[in-house]
């Protein structure tokens, strides 16, 4: 297998930190008539995206995480 279950936990873990950013982001948008400054707030332009792009950041860490080999036939593929 190419990921242990090291990898998959640290997966989890980077696809909850994403989804918790896109949850973030979510909210009431204006409608035609009716004009809503909260889409402009600084949770929905500047902390949700930074908290999804940590989140993405940690799933590549997450996928070419290499556990430490015990012994030297372990480094073998």
């Known amino acids: 297998m190419a990921f242990n279950k090291t990898n998959y936990i ?20 204006s409608a035609e008539g009716f004009f809503n400054p909260d889409i402009f707030s600084a949770r929905r332009i500047k902390v949700a995206p930074l ?10 860490v997450a996928i070419m995480y290499r556990p430490k080999a015990k012994n030297e036939y372990d480094m073998i593929p």
Do not use: K
Not at 18 to 24: F, K, M, T
């Open 10 to 29: 640290l997966l989890a873990i980077g696809m909850a930190i994403v989804i918790v950013g896109l949850v973030l982001m979510s909210g009431e948008g």
């Open 51 to 60: 908290v999804s792009l940590f989140g993405f950041i940690f799933i590549m």
